[in-house]
Structure formats: structure tokens, C-alpha cells
């Protein structure tokens, strides 16, 4: 089945620091998703990917859709405290479905 | 436009139970998906309803089951519990229209089985 590797695992940085973390697949997706979790809550979209070599951004994010279709990345610029959480990267193959492939997340701790 | 509701938000049950969940999907949507994660596994996806039917199953054993209803609302059922299904389970709704596939979640269901 469809393999997502994401990473990194963690990252501890400063705040007003950059981030970025970057997800890959074994198999190529028409669709990429990356969500936000808090503890105790649902992830909450960030950003979605429709096309290939697409980049979006939502403020200080910016989600590139890569070209292959197998990989997607996410950067955080001037974080903040409040951007404490697990950012997960998802996969869609089949855009007239709602199952998507989830990576494992990347815990962010952002010290002040 | 409300969001996804789950309920309950929390649930305990004994070992050999069975629980129910609900999932109200956003107004509009017309597919749900349900995920349960747990600290070792991630999301893992369960099954995913469109108008009633089943369209997509995980790999979960037969003892999850679910099913939506002609309002959108989905429910999922977990017969003889056991301590391995203690997790948040996820229900996530979809417009699947117009090429947006954005899934929205709900802030999920913590089941504890003991």
C-alpha cells in the first residue's frame, strides 16, 4: 500500500526561526493535504495541493506540491509560540474519494 | 456554517462492550471518513461513506463497522472492545465537489477501554 515518510520526526527551534518539513511518498498522489493538531483536538487543513509543482501559502505557510507527485513540503517562517503542534502531511490518489494516506507527523516545540 | 461534530467527545467502556460514534459532517458534505489514531499507529483510516455506501475500507477487523445515513450523518460501531481500540477516533467530512477534496475534521471521540 501507499507509503508516506514525513520529517522530521521533531524539531525544537527559537521563535522567529524558520521551519520546514517535507513528506514522501512510494507512490505518487493527486492530492496534498497538511494539517495542524493540537492536543485533544481534530487536525485542522492548512493548506491543500491539487497540481503538481503548485505552491500555496496561508500567511506564514507555504506548502509546495512537488513535481514528481511523490513529495510535498511545508515552511513555517517567523515562527510563534502558538505554532506548538504536530503538522501532518496527507496523501489523496483518488481526488473523488475521501481516504487519505497520513504521514506520521512532525511535533514542533517552539522556545521563546 | 457549523463544523464537524463528533459525540460523545469522551467514552469509557469495559472490555468485550461494543460503543457507537457519531459523526455530523459539515452541511453539504456528502462523504465521511473515520480514522482512529493512537500514539504508535498515527491516523490510520478506517472506512469512508458517500451517500450511504461504503466506498473504502482500512485494514481494521471485522469488529468496526459503520454506516451513514440518508442526512450525511455517519455512525461507527465497535463490537467486543478491547484494550488494543482505546484511541481518538477521527471523523473527517468531504465535499468531494468541483475537485475540492479537503477533508475537515472533528475534534473526535477518546475512547478508553478498560
Known amino acids: 500500500g501507499q507509503q508516506l515518510n514525513q520529517s522530521p520526526q521533531s524539531m525544537f527551534i527559537q521563535e522567529g526561526e524558520d521551519v520546514s518539513m517535507n513528506c514522501t511518498s512510494s507512490?505518487?498522489?493527486?492530492?496534498w493535504l497538511w494539517y495542524k493538531q493540537d492536543p485533544g483536538e481534530g487536525p485542522v487543513l492548512l493548506i491543500a495541493?491539487?497540481?503538481?509543482?503548485e505552491l500555496t501559502s496561508n500567511g506564514r505557510l507555504t506548502a509546495q506540491f512537488g513535481i514528481t507527485r511523490k513529495d510535498s513540503f511545508l515552511n513555517i517562517s517567523a515562527s510563534i509560540p502558538s505554532d506548538v503542534g504536530i503538522y501532518f502531511c496527507?496523501?489523496?490518489?483518488?481526488?473523488?474519494?475521501?481516504?487519505?494516506?497520513f504521514g506520521d507527523g512532525t511535533t514542533l516545540t517552539v522556545k521563546p | 456554517k457549523a463544523g464537524v461534530t463528533q459525540t460523545p467527545r469522551y467514552l469509557i467502556k469495559t472490555r468485550g462492550q461494543q460503543v457507537t460514534l457519531s459523526c455530523s459532517p459539515i452541511?453539504?458534505?456528502?462523504?465521511v471518513s473515520w480514522y482512529q489514531q493512537t500514539p504508535g499507529q498515527g491516523l490510520q483510516f478506517l472506512f469512508e461513506?458517500?451517500?450511504?455506501?461504503?466506498?473504502n475500507k482500512g485494514n481494521f477487523p471485522g469488529r468496526f463497522s459503520g454506516r451513514q445515513f440518508s442526512n450525511s450523518r455517519s455512525e461507527m460501531n465497535v463490537s467486543t472492545l478491547e484494550l488494543g481500540d482505546s484511541a481518538l477516533y477521527l471523523c473527517?467530512?468531504?465535499?468531494?465537489?468541483?475537485?475540492?477534496?479537503?477533508?475537515?475534521f472533528g475534534q473526535g471521540t477518546r475512547l478508553t477501554v478498560v
Open positions: 507512490s505518487i498522489f493527486n492530492t
Open positions: 473527517a467530512s468531504s465535499s468531494l465537489t468541483g475537485g475540492q477534496t479537503e477533508a475537515f
Open positions: 496527507a496523501g489523496r490518489y483518488n481526488t473523488n474519494a475521501g481516504k487519505s494516506t
Open positions: 495541493l491539487y497540481k503538481a509543482g
Open positions: 452541511s453539504g458534505h456528502r462523504s
Open positions: 461513506y458517500f451517500s450511504e455506501t461504503q466506498r
